[in-house]
């Protein structure tokens, strides 16, 4: 009992460690721009990247674990994609948060909206906050098959979100090169659950 009491103290140390680490920059960036030292479009140009990159990694754990199954670390990472999952979804929050507040005025927002470098934005948060709500043992449970339905429109979600970077930046090169780099991983993936599919196949009698 005491192994197992001394377990769970080791992850739930660990849980607010790996929180504490995804929060971090976002602290940073916040104290700093309440404060002054950072100015709007730095702010919103931070915490949307930050959202985009935790989005990425997120994604990643699938094709990491396809290439590197006996890897800890990639085990690490695979427990902890909830939280990283969680943490795009905040950092996103911030994002939307900072431009709702400088903009102030909701005509200029629906305004706003109305163009294909937002509403992509604001779908991409919608589907990212279903991921977030649902991002628990309780959900899957009570889910069931529907939770994996559910957590497939990540694709969605990445899929948005990059078409907005790309639209709203001054310079979408940036944007375009994530888009890239998540794109192959997902096609590391198809290969690897290809050939996992045909190796199956081929000693099946």
């Given at each position: 009992?005491?192994?197992?009491?001394s377990?769970?103290?080791?992850?739930?140390?660990?849980?607010?460690?790996?929180?504490?680490?995804?929060?971090?920059?976002?602290?940073?960036?916040?104290?700093r721009?309440?404060?002054?030292?950072?100015?709007?479009?730095?702010?919103?140009?931070?915490?949307?990247?930050?959202?985009?990159?935790?989005?990425?990694?997120?994604?990643?754990?699938?094709?990491?674990?396809?290439?590197?199954?006996?890897?800890h670390?990639v085990?690490?990472?695979?427990?902890?994609?909830?939280?990283?999952?969680?943490?795009?979804?905040?950092?996103?929050?911030?994002?939307?948060?900072?431009?709702?507040?400088?903009q102030?005025?909701?005509?200029?927002?629906?305004?706003?909206?109305?163009?294909?470098?937002?509403?992509?934005?604001?779908?991409?948060?919608?589907?990212?906050?279903?991921?977030?709500?649902?991002?628990?043992?309780?959900?899957?449970?009570?889910?069931?098959?529907?939770?994996?339905?559910?957590?497939?429109?990540?694709?969605?979600?990445?899929?948005?979100?990059?078409?907005?970077?790309?639209?709203?930046?001054?310079?979408?090169?940036?944007?375009?090169?994530?888009l890239?780099?998540?794109?192959?991983?997902?096609?590391?993936?198809?290969?690897?659950?290809?050939?996992?599919?045909?190796?199956?196949?081929?000693?099946?009698?």
């Amino acid at each position: 009992m005491a192994a197992v009491d001394s377990l769970r103290a080791r992850r739930h140390l660990l849980s607010w460690l790996v929180w504490g680490l995804l929060a971090l920059p976002g602290l940073y960036f916040t104290y700093r721009y309440a404060v002054g030292a950072t100015f709007y479009g730095e702010y919103l140009h931070a915490t949307g990247e930050l959202a985009a990159r935790l989005l990425i990694v997120a994604m990643a754990v699938t094709p990491l674990r396809l290439l590197f199954p006996s890897a800890h670390w990639v085990r690490w990472l695979a427990r902890g994609r909830r939280w990283i999952g969680v943490a795009a979804f905040g950092y996103s929050l911030l994002h939307a948060a900072a431009y709702l507040v400088r903009q102030a005025e909701l005509a200029r927002i629906a305004a706003d909206a109305a163009e294909a470098a937002m509403w992509t934005g604001w779908l991409a948060l919608l589907v990212m906050l279903a991921l977030a709500a649902t991002s628990n043992d309780r959900s899957v449970h009570r889910l069931g098959r529907r939770w994996k339905w559910l957590h497939r429109t990540v694709y969605a979600a990445a899929v948005l979100t990059f078409a907005h970077w790309i639209l709203a930046a001054f310079d979408p090169i940036a944007g375009a090169v994530h888009l890239g780099a998540l794109a192959a991983l997902e096609a590391i993936r198809l290969v690897q659950l290809r050939r996992s599919g045909a190796a199956r196949r081929a000693t099946e009698p």
